[in-house]
Nanobody, 116 residues
């Protein structure tokens, strides 16, 4: 299974970015898809998740600014990030959780840098 994340970059505070992560090579149904992030010197933290049925969960720090969505036909998860703040600067990692086994698979990460 390979997860290819894209969409990161440099943006000014208040700007927007849209991250994408496409999963390929999986022969199983994907249950949960999501995003985590890790800022320099900090632990990896949950950003948002979305289930196969479309139920979402967003961290309090991004509620109202970030929106997670997915395209099941394309095995792709998205993260629309609006009103970005410097504290959103981090490497963003996508992941998927297999339906039957519960195994997690991670992408390589994409860097988001928000300048003040």
């Amino acid at each position: 299974v390979q997860l290819q994340a894209s969409g990161g970059g440099l943006v000014q505070a208040g700007g927007s970015l849209r991250l994408s992560c496409a999963a390929s090579g999986s022969r199983f149904s994907i249950n949960v898809m999501g995003w985590y992030r890790q800022a320099p010197g900090k632990q990896r933290e949950l950003v948002a998740t979305i289930t196969l049925g479309g139920s979402t969960n967003h961290a309090d720090s991004v509620k109202g600014r970030f929106t997670i969505s997915r395209d099941n036909a394309k095995n792709t998860v998205y993260l629309q990030m609006n009103s970005l703040k410097p504290e959103d600067t981090a490497v963003y990692y996508c992941y998927i959780r297999a339906w039957f086994t519960g195994d997690d698979y991670w992408g390589q990460g994409t860097l988001v840098t928000v300048s003040s």
